[in-house]
Structure formats: structure tokens, C-alpha cells
């Protein structure tokens, strides 16, 4: 396994931790929540903070689906295309999902700063710039995926390697 793999694997090791936490938190307090709410004494905070975890665990999942190419895509329509014209299209799909994460990055990085002070309604503590940093956060590792992707979509637009089909 040459480094760029193995960095791979590390990253895609951490993405699924992450995912796999923020979905066992997100049940936990979906649980606690119905405890609560049936014994009569519901959770001020619960609606809340279920909400920004599932924001979170929607960016840190998109990102682990990137990693694995497991994104809803048309793998037999660039198979029926001629390496010739495929190379061009799968530039300009790359440039342009790579650009949009960017983007989505660059903004989320504004919103942050608007968002200096806020906090979170039912839990005044916790600052809005927290909760959302999942957006500037997660459109990077969502370009660091499709970077580490590139080599492999590289080897399928240029007919080196079949194209990946997902059944």
C-alpha cells in the first residue's frame, strides 16, 4: 500500500468513526427524548440538538459517501462513453463538484463570522458558530474525498480500469 492509499484508508477510517458516533448520539438523544417526553417531563433542549446532529451527521455521512463513490451516479452511461469524450466530461464534473464544495466552503466560512455571538436557544452555552462549523467543515472533507478519489476516476476515464458499477 503506497502512502496516498494508506491515507486514504486513514481518512476513511476517521469518516466512518465520526459517522458512526454522531449516529449513536443522534439515537441516544432521539431515546432520551421519547423517555422524557413519555414520562412527562420533556427536554427543552432536545429538538434542538437533534436537529444539528443530524446537520452533522448529513455533511460527515456526504463526505464518507464521496470517499466510498457511493453518491447516486451513472457508472454504465460513462462506461458507454468513448475514453475520447469521456476524459473531458469527467474534468469538468470533477472541476465543477470540487468548485461547489469550495464555494459551499468559503460561504459557510461567512456564515460563521455573521454568526459570532449566537447561541443556541434552548442551550445558551453552546454558540451557533459551533454547531454550524459542520458547513465549511464538511465541504472540505467533502473536496479532500473527491481529491483522493481522483486517481482511480483518472484510471476509469482514460479506459485504464473498468468503471466502478455499484449494484
Given at each position: 500500500?503506497?502512502?496516498?492509499?494508506?491515507?486514504?484508508?486513514?481518512?476513511?477510517?476517521?469518516?466512518?468513526?465520526?459517522?458512526?458516533?454522531?449516529?449513536?448520539?443522534?439515537?441516544?438523544?432521539?431515546?432520551?427524548?421519547?423517555?422524557f417526553r413519555w414520562a412527562g417531563e420533556s427536554l427543552s433542549w432536545y429538538d434542538e440538538v437533534a436537529s444539528v446532529q443530524l446537520a452533522w451527521l448529513t455533511y460527515y455521512g456526504a463526505s464518507l459517501a464521496a470517499l466510498k463513490r457511493a453518491h447516486i451516479g451513472v457508472p454504465g452511461l460513462i462506461a458507454a462513453i468513448p475514453p475520447?469524450?469521456?476524459?473531458?466530461?469527467?474534468?469538468?464534473?470533477?472541476?465543477?463538484?470540487?468548485?461547489?464544495?469550495?464555494?459551499?466552503?468559503?460561504?459557510?466560512?461567512?456564515?460563521?463570522?455573521?454568526?459570532?455571538?449566537?447561541?443556541?436557544?434552548?442551550?445558551?452555552?453552546?454558540?451557533?458558530?459551533?454547531?454550524?462549523?459542520?458547513?465549511?467543515?464538511?465541504?472540505?472533507?467533502?473536496?479532500?474525498?473527491?481529491?483522493?478519489?481522483?486517481?482511480?476516476?483518472?484510471?476509469?476515464?482514460?479506459?485504464?480500469?473498468?468503471?466502478?458499477?455499484?449494484?
Amino acid at each position: 500500500m503506497n502512502k496516498f492509499d494508506a491515507a486514504r484508508s486513514v481518512f476513511e477510517r476517521l469518516l466512518e468513526t465520526i459517522t458512526v458516533l454522531l449516529i449513536i448520539s443522534l439515537a441516544a438523544v432521539v431515546v432520551l427524548g421519547v423517555i422524557f417526553r413519555w414520562a412527562g417531563e420533556s427536554l427543552s433542549w432536545y429538538d434542538e440538538v437533534a436537529s444539528v446532529q443530524l446537520a452533522w451527521l448529513t455533511y460527515y455521512g456526504a463526505s464518507l459517501a464521496a470517499l466510498k463513490r457511493a453518491h447516486i451516479g451513472v457508472p454504465g452511461l460513462i462506461a458507454a462513453i468513448p475514453p475520447l469524450y469521456r476524459v473531458p466530461l469527467v474534468i469538468c464534473s470533477e472541476i465543477v463538484t470540487i468548485g461547489f464544495f469550495l464555494i459551499l466552503a468559503w460561504y459557510g466560512y461567512i456564515v460563521l463570522i455573521i454568526l459570532e455571538g449566537d447561541t443556541l436557544i434552548s442551550l445558551p452555552f453552546i454558540g451557533t458558530q459551533f454547531t454550524q462549523s459542520v458547513i465549511p467543515i464538511g465541504a472540505i472533507l467533502f473536496v479532500i474525498a473527491e481529491v483522493l478519489n481522483l486517481p482511480q476516476i483518472w484510471r476509469e476515464a482514460t479506459g485504464q480500469v473498468e468503471v466502478l458499477r455499484y449494484e
